[in-house]
């Protein structure tokens, strides 16, 4: 290799080690930003302070029965109002249910959360992609989701 080649190498390399340490930078300083904000870069039930999981059960196919659990862990002293909806394309196309989680009787962030459990059914109409999504009405950040995909009926 001559001297010239590797001059040319070298500053190819280190140019590369810029632009890569610049993009690296520019990556963890946006990961920095969106990390305290809100976002959700997951795509699933993810539980919340109150909300542990949400379940769906049933098969999924349109017009047949659908069954929501909803699971929380409750530690405020209050009763805290709940509203699950079928939403698509960012739409709520249908109320699954309301619901109510009573109030923890010892009611403070120390005390140990009481489980429980709100059941809701219904029926999809129209096969596709939708979320189910079960929010407190007092705190629209406070939701959790799962994904429905409900197949066409089948002809018998």
């Not at 809701?120 to 979320?131: E, P, R």
């Amino acid at each position: 290799m001559s001297e010239d080649t590797a001059v040319k190498s070298r500053g190819r390399r280190g140019g590369t080690g810029i632009r890569l340490g610049a993009l690296l930078a520019l990556w963890a300083g946006l990961a920095a930003t969106f990390c305290g904000c809100g976002i959700d870069f997951g795509g699933g039930s993810e539980g919340t302070e109150l909300f542990a999981d949400l379940t769906i059960e049933g098969e999924q196919v349109e017009g047949k029965e659908i069954t929501v659990q909803l699971d929380y862990t409750q530690v405020y002293p209050v009763d805290v109002d709940v509203r699950c909806w079928l939403e698509q394309e960012g739409q709520r196309v249908k109320v699954i249910g309301d619901g109510t989680i009573p109030l923890h009787p010892e009611g403070e962030p120390e005390a140990t959360p009481t489980p429980g459990t709100l059941t809701f059914q219904f029926t999809a109409q129209g096969a596709g992609k939708y979320w189910v999504v079960c929010r407190t009405p007092a705190d629209e950040n406070n939701a959790i989701g799962e994904r429905l995909e409900l197949a066409p009926e089948t002809g018998s």
